[in-house]
């Protein structure tokens, strides 16, 4: 595949992207991706589900410049960003920002939110009168009261922490948000409070989502397209509508029954669906 | 298994060496007249370089040092400047003194720390503040300043101990006993005090594990479950900690067999070293090499065997 | 730590009780409270006083003392205390307190001079190797272990012989040989504090590493350094005196080491002699760790310790009350009125569940559904009488297999356990013993708690694996936890569950540590378990779908309280209560999927 958005201009694409991990006591590097083709167009939500250890993390924080890119290219707006330098890495939090799956170690629990939310400013140079406003605007967008600013992390639940990260990650209004399991530590109806909200922002802002996730239903309801990651590799690309209900690839098609439905008939009609793919591939469950 | 000591005992043997080069050069710089000291202020110049000469100080360092490792490897130390005794003879005279100190010490201390810090870690409340306390008040004096305290009180008040001499285990094993007593108990002191808290610490740990109780629901009954899984699991820190310990006691036997007189080392140390005679000296610093490497490898060969996620091969 | 502390309370810790928050014991905001906090320790108060005054003392020893350190007149030896020598004289005719006085600086002195070097070498090294890793870490750890091998004695005795016998230079060496201390704590703090995702959240947002080690990395080593600074001086103090005990350094300078000795050598004769600088020294090194002990307490924030866990009360449950609660009991499970509550510090009960009512009949799975802190899994804990300290149930009645268990002890509770109702825990990795191979965890409870034979036990631990599917058991008995994936880990508890043949299985969210496919599979297998033996389950589950694949019925739980109960068809296409029908909308199953992306022409400059 050559590019997934042939009409219009990416913001963002990797290229044949290979990302090892140095493995333990002198054993070989392992690799943990293998070539990764990925686009997200501006505005646009690219999901991007698979199981642990898929290495859907690692792009992320391949993206990041958190871990490095033993080969191939990413490119953000036409700069090729994997090689980077630092400084330049450092101006580029400007535009690519990142909220985590778990809002306990997201936040330094030492500092008040009002610190955490003045970080980034800080860092690109704001002045402190507009920073403290920029802070009020932030928490009112993600409905947090005004006074949250002087309280420390531990004094609020994970979905409200959560709001905390989004805020932040919002400061610098990035064109690109990771998004790392955003709601995966979080409550089932808080969950769907964080989603409404974000879906919000990218209507406002027209900010981009790359958003990782295991769960294939919150990914289908966030996402304009789907990529569906296994063993380093991407199997399969396409709308989300195309990929959770006509899936091509085998792998996509186990994933998609194996996840429960709470719908007892519905669950029943999916259980005989899957058990009869397996039997028709009479092959050994992946995990024995 | 074969393969890891093996790479260890490689390891351990060019860190002898880089130690022994190193100690050589330094304790070759200052500028000790080793023949004047020897033959006094008022001898002659050429009787002093003649002196000098025969110990072969005449030579440059670098000489002197290979000249000595080639005797080392085969197990000759060489004699002593100013006592001309065979210093591997004097080593091996004085070495089961320290290493029974030693290993006494750390039998009661493994011993007792585990007892300590179990009952504490399990049973929590009075037990519990009991061994902190002890922890703290362990740590808080000062080794020698324990031992000199138990000496005034159970050998000058009470005399129920001699306070100074000893008496080799095959002279007398009761008279062996009795002189080794004082010695090891105030070694011990600090010892019980740092790897209990150790312990206590780590059962807490173990105890809040999911596996514990996963083994409680299993019907299994909380003695059983504290004597096999927690002890096993806890103990690897500890074992850590005493093997530190161990090599820590080379330094608190110099104090402890000055005090009580005891012929072994620690009680030689001081007096070598504070007249820099180089061979004893060296001979000295290998020995402490040797007793650090061979001791963490004895922990790690443990704490592998403990702990089947550490281990090698 | 914390997360068995998560898992056990099964509820959102309000304070986080997070690692980086227990590394983080010396939070900012509650620094501002620490020093307050150490002062009203007694403790704290205590050794801060003493230290302070030794300090005054020794600073001004010409004033105070009343003649020179070595001023002597042998006729005075061994004199008694009197008005111009308070303290008396030692074996040289030399006032004891001028001496005291004196001597206080060169050991004071001393371990400033050390604890400054082993600071200067071992903080910054610390930082830098804790957060770059790489070869400086590798080099510089390798030195410290090293350093830390060697016994500091034998180090200071040789180094001696190469550097002469000033004292100040041996302090120094000292200085290098305790560095390690302050490398090793530092680094692994701030090894701890990297991997933390706000680190990277602050590299996202273009944080200079400079500025990410000052607003977070030191703020966490304060506290910590703090207090090693405390105990490091004491360790120093001591070797010192230990040095000059030997007469090592100091020569005919006045050290308490050096009366110790003096002491020590007329210990028949006048014992005395050891008391004034044997208290001395005890007294400066015992105030610095009792202070390192009071800020570890200010820092970490309990000044008073919680009071001691209680041991779980089992107050027996009131049979009347347990006949208030209607309806028809279940025979193998039937909870009634069950509340369960966890003792505070302060003495008073936090109650987590308030009074429900459930029940599981033979050959029946039975879902638990909640949110984390609805309770849910205290239930569970309750039925199998492993509730964490100081948790316990507070009234109500559980009767398993026709037996009441609420109040029952321990020892006929545990009889229950493993043979009548068994317990699959969520975490497959964390609930099984790193150190013991998966055979010998199967067959362990099948000899101690059924009575088995070695080789019976063996044999029907092989037949286990075998019913949950694992290929080639043979080798996996063999194997130890970290060695199995997650999945087959799963299987693993869930055969040591039925090792002991149970009639009911309680099921703590059995597969929400599992990948999708792996969890469909330990359905499937609980499903044909529950179906060929006739078990009775308690699922306790927040996945709604989890729900709808397993069970017969399912209860709903909110703060506490069953909300609704009942057929899990009807429950999830009729909810009575509004908060299933709000945890019911919550689910995206039947949400319909993005529509296609649209070129957006401008971006908004609005957030």
């Given at each position: ?25 002198r ?5 943990v ?6 686009d ?16 859907k ?7 990041l ?27 580029l939090?400007?535009?690519?920002q ?38 009020a ?18 004094e ?6 959560q ?6 990650a ?16 979080l409550?089932?109806?808080?969950q769907?409070?964080?989603l ?18 295991h ?21 399969e ?25 709470a ?26 | 298994?074969l393969?890891?000591v ?10 002898l ?23 006094g202020?008022?001898?002659?110049q050429s ?23 080639a ?5 000759d ?29 750390t ?13 504490a ?11 902190q ?31 100074i ?7 007398s ?55 096999k ?43 070598y ?23 963490n490898?004895?922990?790690d ?13 | 730590?914390?997360?068995?502390n998560?898992g ?7 304070q986080?009780?997070?690692?980086s ?7 900012a ?5 620490a ?16 230290l ?10 010409p ?21 111009a ?13 001028s001496?005291?006085?004196y ?6 002195g ?22 770059y ?12 272990n090293?350093?830390m ?18 004292p ?29 995702p ?21 703020i ?23 040095l ?10 006045a ?12 210990i ?9 600088p ?5 007294a ?8 390192a ?12 310790t919680?009071?001691a866990a ?13 006949g ?17 509550a ?26 638990l559904?909640g ?7 205290q239930?569970?804990f ?13 009234r109500g009645?559980?009767?398993?297999a ?14 229950l ?45 092989l ?11 043979e ?33 703590d969210?059995?597969?929400t ?11 499937d ?53 509004p908060?299933t029908r ?17 070129p ?8």
């Amino acid at each position: 595949m050559s590019t997934a958005s042939p009409q219009h201009e990416a913001l963002l694409s990797l290229r044949d992207v290979h990302v090892s991990f140095p493995g333990r006591r002198r054993r070989a590097r392992t690799e943990v991706l293998k070539g990764i083709d990925l686009d997200v167009r501006p505005a646009e939500t690219l999901g991007l589900v698979g199981e642990s250890g898929s290495g859907k993390t690692t792009i992320g924080r391949a993206i990041l410049g958190l871990v490095p890119v033993a080969s191939g290219t990413v490119t953000f707006d036409g700069e090729r960003i994997d090689t980077a330098t630092a400084a330049r890495r450092r101006a580029l939090s400007r535009d690519l920002q990142v909220i985590f799956q778990d809002p306990y170690t997201s936040l330094n629990p030492s500092l008040t939110i009002g610190d955490t939310l003045a970080e980034p400013l800080i860092a690109q140079g704001g002045e402190a009168r507009a920073t403290r406003a920029r802070i009020a605007a932030l928490l009112d967008r993600v409905r947090l009261p005004a006074d949250a600013a002087h309280r420390l992390p531990r004094e609020f639940s994970g979905g409200q922490r959560q709001r905390i990260a989004i805020a932040r990650a919002l400061a610098l209004r990035p064109r690109l948000i990771v998004c790392d399991e955003p709601v995966s530590a979080l409550d089932l109806t808080t969950q769907r409070t964080i989603l409404d909200l974000l879906l919000e922002i990218q209507e406002e802002t027209a900010v981009a989502y790359l958003f990782v996730s295991h769960d294939l239903s919150v990914v289908r309801t966030m996402s304009h397209r789907v990529a569906v990651i296994h063993e380093g590799r991407i199997v399969e690309t396409g709308e989300a509508a195309r990929v959770t209900e006509a899936p091509e690839h085998p792998y996509t098609r186990t994933l998609l029954l194996s996840a429960p439905v709470a719908d007892v008939a519905e669950q029943r009609r999916r259980r005989a669906r899957r058990a009869a793919a397996a039997a028709a591939e009479s092959a050994p469950s992946p995990d024995c | 298994m074969l393969r890891f000591v093996a790479r260890r005992l490689v390891s351990g043997a060019v860190l002898l060496l880089v130690i022994s080069l190193l100690s050589y050069l330094l304790l070759s710089i200052p500028d000790n007249d080793v023949g004047r000291q020897l033959l006094g202020q008022s001898a002659d110049q050429s009787a002093v370089d003649a002196r000098n000469a025969a110990l072969g100080l005449d030579r440059p360092v670098l000489v002197q040092y290979f000249d000595w490792l080639a005797h080392a490897v085969r197990g000759d130390l060489g004699t002593s400047w100013f006592t001309s005794e065979d210093v591997t003879q004097t080593i091996a005279n004085r070495l089961p003194v320290t290493i029974s100190l030693m290993l006494g010490v750390t039998l009661v201390t493994a011993v007792v720390s585990f007892l300590l810090g179990v009952w504490a870690g399990v049973r929590r409340g009075a037990a519990d503040r009991f061994v902190q306390v002890l922890g703290v008040a362990g740590y808080a004096l000062p080794g020698f300043l324990v031992t000199l305290i138990l000496v005034l009180v159970f050998a000058v008040k009470l005399g129920w101990f001699p306070a100074i001499g000893y008496t080799p285990i095959e002279e007398s094993p009761g008279g062996w006993l009795s002189t080794i007593t004082l010695p090891v108990a105030s070694l011990s002191v600090a010892s019980v005090a740092g790897v209990s808290q150790q312990v206590r610490g780590a059962v807490i740990d173990v105890l809040r594990q999911d596996y514990i109780r996963t083994l409680r629901a299993r019907g299994l009954s909380m003695p059983r479950i504290v004597f096999k899984h927690v002890l096993r699991n806890a103990s690897a820190p500890a074992l850590v900690l005493l093997g530190l310990q161990f090599i820590g006691l080379l330094g608190g036997a110099v104090l402890v067999e000055q005090i009580f007189g005891l012929p072994g080392i620690g009680g030689m140390t001081v007096s070598y070293t504070a007249r820099g005679d180089v061979p004893v000296v060296m001979a000295l610093v290998m020995l402490t090499v040797v007793g650090v490497v061979l001791i963490n490898l004895l922990t790690d060969i443990l704490i592998g065997w403990l702990n089947p996620k550490a281990r090698v091969s | 730590m914390s997360e068995a502390n998560r898992g056990v309370w099964g509820v959102d810790p309000p304070q986080g009780t997070r690692m980086s928050e227990s590394v983080q014991g010396a939070a900012a905001a509650r620094r501002r409270g620490a020093f307050r906090r150490l002062l009203r320790n007694p403790l704290g108060a205590a050794s801060l006083l003493l230290l302070a005054l030794l300090v005054l003392a020794v600073a001004l020893a010409p004033v105070l003392a009343p003649q020179g350190p070595q001023t002597a007149s042998l006729g005075d030896a061994f004199a008694g205390a009197s008005g111009a020598h308070p303290l008396g004289m030692d074996s040289a005719g030399r006032d004891i307190l001028s001496r005291i006085l004196y001597g206080g600086r060169n050991t004071l002195g001393g371990a400033v001079l050390s604890v400054a070097i082993a600071l200067l070498l071992g903080v910054p090294s610390g930082l830098f190797a804790g957060y770059y890793a790489g070869k400086f870490d590798s080099a510089a750890t390798w030195v410290a272990n090293l350093v830390m091998a060697l016994p500091a004695m034998v180090v200071l005795l040789a180094s001696r012989a190469i550097l002469g016998s000033n004292p100040w230079i041996l302090m120094i060496v000292l200085g290098f040989l305790v560095a390690p201390q302050f490398f090793r704590m530092v680094r692994g703090i701030v090894a701890d504090v990297r991997g933390e995702p706000y680190v990277d959240a602050a590299r996202v947002s273009g944080l200079p590493d400079v500025r990410i080690v000052a607003r977070h990395v030191l703020i966490v080593v304060r506290g910590p350094v703090i207090i090693q600074v405390a105990l490091v001086a004491g360790l120093a103090i001591g070797l010192q005196a230990g040095l000059e005990f030997l007469g090592v350094g100091g020569g005919a300078t006045a050290t308490w080491g050096a009366m110790l000795n003096e002491a020590f050598q007329n210990i028949q004769r006048a014992p005395i002699l050891m008391l004034w600088p044997g208290l001395a020294l005890g007294a400066t090194s015992g105030a610095l760790v009792l202070l390192a002990t009071a800020l570890r307490d200010a820092l970490e924030d309990r000044a008073g310790t919680p009071a001691a866990a209680r041991p779980a009360e089992r107050r027996a449950a009131g049979e009347a009350e347990a006949g208030v609660a209607g309806g028809e009991r279940a025979q193998l499970l039937s909870i009634r009125g069950l509340a369960v509550a966890y003792a505070r510090p302060d003495g008073t009960d936090a109650e987590v569940v308030h009074g429900i009512d459930l029940d599981v009949r033979p050959g029946e799975i039975v879902g638990l559904v909640g949110e984390s802190g609805s309770g849910k899994t205290q239930t569970a804990f309750s039925v199998l009488g492993i509730l964490p300290d100081g948790g316990r149930v507070s009234r109500g009645s559980i009767i398993v297999a026709g037996q009441e268990v609420a109040g029952l002890p321990e020892k006929r509770h545990r009889r229950l356990r493993g043979t009548t109702v068994a317990y699959v825990p969520q975490e497959p990795m964390s609930n099984l013993d790193p150190a013991f191979t998966i055979g010998s965890q199967l067959v362990e409870p099948m000899r101690h708690v059924v009575g088995l034979s070695r080789k019976q036990a063996a044999e029907r631990a092989l037949e286990l694996l075998r019913m949950v599917e694992i290929p080639e058991p043979e080798q996996v008995l063999r194997r130890f936890p970290h060695q199995i994936s997650g999945g087959m880990a799963q299987r693993v508890l869930i055969a040591g569950a039925m090792s002991c043949d149970p009639e009911l299985l309680i099921a703590d969210e059995p597969t929400t540590a599992l990948d999708v496919r792996v969890q469909a599979d330990v359905l499937d297998l609980l499903r044909r378990l529950q179906a060929e033996r006739g078990l009775g389950v308690l699922l306790v589950t927040h996945n709604l779908g989890v729900v709808a694949d397993l069970c017969d019925r399912v209860a709903v739980m909110n703060e506490g309280r069953i909300v609704e109960t009942g057929a899990t068809d009807r429950v999830l296409r009729d909810p009575q209560d509004p908060y299933t029908r709000r945890l019911l909308d919550a689910v995206l199953d039947d949400a319909p999927p993005r529509a296609p992306w649209r070129p957006v022409e401008a971006r908004s400059e609005t957030a």
